[in-house]
Antibody
């Protein structure tokens, strides 16, 4: 069974950089695309961006200017970096696997609550 | 703002049927997938594009053959089906991911 486990800082001040990492266990890493998705408290899901094994990325255009998603194939991990955060970036952040390259997410990380507050 | 539109809330009597819809221009070209999310948990895929049900998902969950609106039907709703349900697909340009705003389903 594929498992995604994620970690990173949960409390940030405005203007700081959000950094999260997601590790993939018990499954192929190379054959899939890997996404970050977030959910503000009490609200819906928002796709942040994705990366594939070769490091090719695709970003949400609304976040693109602040966003870097990277991959470490030696560790089966991928990471999210979102700079210059504001209170609007407060959310639960999830990593997820795109099972078929058509944005169908079949395995998810446990979620990380990130709060941006001064 | 979401390019996919869902009803904010629906209720269903225990054992009855509820249909959750997802509407958007991109669905004319792309399939929708459906996720169930319970409080404090990550979403779970219940129906993928072209109405495929992942292993372990009860067969009371089914998707529609119609693309726009797409729909998720729960036939014989159980208490454990009370949750938020989200649809997703590509955006109109086909390049990015969009999610519906979610439908909160209450089982009475």
């Amino acid at each position: 069974q594929v498992q995604l486990k994620q970690w990173g800082a949960g409390l940030l001040k405005p203007s700081e950089t959000l950094s999260l990492t997601c590790a993939v266990y018990s499954g192929s890493f190379s054959g899939y695309r890997w996404s970050w998705i977030r959910q503000p408290p009490g609200k819906g899901l928002e796709w942040i961006g994705e990366i594939n094994y070769g490091g090719r990325t695709n970003y949400n255009p609304f976040l693109k200017s602040r966003l870097i998603i990277s991959v470490d194939t030696s560790k089966n991990q991928f990471s999210l970096s979102l700079r210059s955060v504001t209170a609007a970036d407060t959310a639960v952040y999830f990593c997820a696997r795109d099972v078929d390259g058509d944005y169908v997410f079949d395995f998810w990380g446990q979620g990380t609550l990130v709060i941006v507050s001064s | 703002s979401s390019e996919l539109t869902q009803d904010p809330a629906l209720s269903v009597a225990l054992g009855q049927t509820v249909r959750i819809t997802c509407q958007g221009d991109s669905l004319r070209h792309y399939f929708a997938s459906w996720y169930q999310q319970k409080p404090g948990q990550a979403p779970v895929l219940v129906i993928s594009g072209n109405n495929k049900r992942p292993s372990g998902i009860p067969d009371r969950f089914s998707g529609s053959t119609s693309r726009n609106p797409a729909s998720l039907t729960i036939t014989g709703a159980q208490a454990e089906d009370e949750a938020d349900y989200f649809c997703n697909s590509r955006d109109s340009g086909g390049n990015f991911v969009v999610f519906g705003g979610g439908t909160k389903v209450t089982v009475l």
